[in-house]
């Protein structure tokens, strides 16, 4: 008998190319922003290595991405409208897809490692996102908007 353990470490290899592909379809609207994705679940081939191309992997929906920018939040509906749009274009499967809006200060410091935190303790002006669906139609679902604390950006 045979056992063997699957992983999602193609998802990793994979994540620096997906996150230059994202930041170059994004940029256009957020202007530098910095984008983050995370794998999860596992690869639902076992032939997946290293040797498979992003938009194979990319095809199967198995990450969430984070885009965060110091622009002003002042189209974030409109924005986060046409970032979805051109996911949809460009047949992008995102499992959830969110765009933070932080103060300039903090996002040119900011790492991938302060996601977490930023999002627990609201450090953020806006948080909107939505959910792409490949169920009951092809697209994204409700869209959230979160606003950060309420001190936030006013020290």
Not at 80 to 100: A, P, Q, Y
Request: proline residues 1%; charged residues 30%; hydrophobic residues 30%.
């Amino acid at each position: 008998m045979m056992t063997y353990f699957q992983d999602n470490y193609v998802g990793y290899l994979k994540k620096a190319e997906l996150e230059k592909y994202i930041y170059e379809l994004v940029k256009p609207i957020y202007g530098a922003c910095k984008v983050y994705i995370h794998p999860y679940g596992f690869a639902l081939e076992d032939s997946w290595n290293k040797g498979i191309d992003m938009r194979t992997y990319e095809s199967v929906g198995m990450y969430n991405a984070y885009i965060f920018t110091s622009k002003q939040a002042e189209s974030i509906e409109e924005d986060f409208k046409r970032t979805c749009e051109n996911f949809i274009n460009k047949d992008l499967h995102v499992g959830d897809l969110s765009v933070t809006y932080i103060k300039k200060e903090e996002f040119d410091k900011f790492e991938e490692r302060l996601i977490d935190y930023t999002f627990n303790r609201l450090k953020f002006y806006y948080r909107i996102s939505s959910v792409y669906s490949k169920v009951d139609k092809i697209g994204f679902g409700d869209v959230d908007i979160l606003e950060g604390d309420k001190n936030y950006g006013k020290q």
